[in-house]
Each structure stands twice: as C-alpha cells, then as structure tokens.
C-alpha cells in the first residue's frame, strides 16, 4: 500500500485480556519495528524486523509480548493478560533495508481498564 | 545500552523567534535522523545526517550533526504556527543494527 496501515485505530480492552494489533508496512520494505509511545512521552523500542533475520526482540517489556511477521510482510503484535501499564499508543513502522527514514503507521492506542 | 537526550524537553516560543534543539548521545552514531510529531499525530520523517560535521538546510530548517557523531541540532527560523509539535532526533549506533534509539523529544509550542 502507500503507506503503513495499522488496525485497529483504538482498543479499548479489559484487564487480563488478551489483544493483537496489526501492522501492513509498506510494499516493499524489508524493515519493521515497532514502538510503543505513551501520553506526551517518547518512542520506546519493541521489536524489529529484518527480511528473514531472527528478530531483535530486545526491547519487549515482558514475556506477555510478542510478535511475529508473516511472509516478511503483515506484522501481529499480541499482548497477553494486559495490564493497565500496558496502555499507550503502539506504533508501527517501516523502511527500506539499510537506507532512510522511517515511515510510521498511524498507531493503535491501547487502554486497558 | 545506548541513551539519547534531547533539550530543552518544552520550548515556547513566540511567532517570528527562531527555535532550537540540541540531541546528545551516550554512544557514537552512524547516523542521525530527526521526526516531527504533530499533536495527535505519528512522527514524521524530516531528514538523515550521516557525515561528521553535516550540515543541511530544508527551507527554514538547518540541521547539523557534530564533529564526534555523539550530538546534533534542529534550528528553526522564525518560527510559524505550522512549527508546532514535538520533534525528535533519533540515533543508529556505529556497531548496532537498524534500529534507532529516539531522543526524548522537545514540545514546540507557538504563541501567536
């Protein structure tokens, strides 16, 4: 697609819950991450991503997440029995191997009540 | 692991004054990139420095990245109401892989 997709646009799910959130990066691009930001603070690393590389999972928080990336493409982040820590806006992201910026997908924002 | 500080954390400015943030790391960098981050919206990408002592313009933009590859800046001049949202500077590591490590970012607000 043109840019990176990220569904759903807000969760609201109970605590203890399970929940997958989903990223499309763009066409093309072998690199994903993901991020997770929570309200007016910065981007804190999750996981990343690299064509059929193991992943970097060095910045999950817990053994709650997890992620795995489908075909080197569509990307599935899942939280286990979440936690209201948990809530924040999780964002997703894209690039070209070895080369420029990232192009964020618009992010899913968590709430866990 | 690596750490990458912005200041200030808030700026406010008036329209017309110029603005700027300064990015410092923990570790040297193989390059540099800076975000904008509109309120309510996802950062976006503004450009990548890659040489020691690089320095480009976009418009009203100046971006420098430092001699040692450890800091770098984001210069605004005279600031316009479109200016506004948090911007931040994000780092690569010489002997890491693609990730960036961002910076804590600095809120840019104007006063008309």
């Known amino acids: 697609g043109a840019g990176v997709s990220q569904s759903p646009s807000n969760k609201v799910t109970e605590k203890g819950k399970d929940v997958e959130l989903r990223c499309d990066p763009i066409s093309g691009h072998t690199a994903l991450y993901w991020y997770r930001q929570s309200l007016g603070q910065g981007l804190e690393f999750l996981i990343y991503f690299q064509g059929n590389s193991a992943p970097d999972k060095s910045g999950l928080p817990s053994d709650r997440f997890s992620a795995e990336r489908t075909g080197g493409s569509v990307s599935t982040l899942t939280i286990q029995r979440t936690q209201q820590e948990d809530s924040a806006v999780y964002l997703c992201?894209?690039?070209?191997?070895?080369?420029?910026?990232?192009?964020f997908g618009s992010g899913t924002r968590l709430t866990v009540v | 692991g690596q750490q990458v500080m912005q200041i200030p954390q808030y700026q406010h400015v008036q329209e017309g004054e110029d603005f700027t943030t300064y990015c410092n790391s923990s570790?040297?960098?193989?390059?540099i990139q800076w975000y904008k981050q509109r309120p309510g919206g996802h950062p976006v990408f503004l450009i990548q420095l890659v040489k020691s002592g690089e320095v480009k313009k976009q418009k009203r933009l100046t971006f420098q990245f430092g001699e040692a590859k450890k800091n770098s800046s984001l210069h605004i001049t005279a600031t316009q109401t479109t200016d506004v949202g948090t911007y931040f500077c994000?780092?690569?590591?010489?002997?890491?892989?693609?990730?960036?490590?961002f910076g804590t970012g600095t809120r840019l607000t104007i006063i008309p």
């Open positions: 570790t040297t960098l193989s390059n």
């Open positions: 994000a780092g690569r590591s010489n002997f890491g892989n693609e990730k960036l490590t």
């Open positions: 992201a894209s690039s070209e191997q070895g080369a420029g910026g990232y192009t």
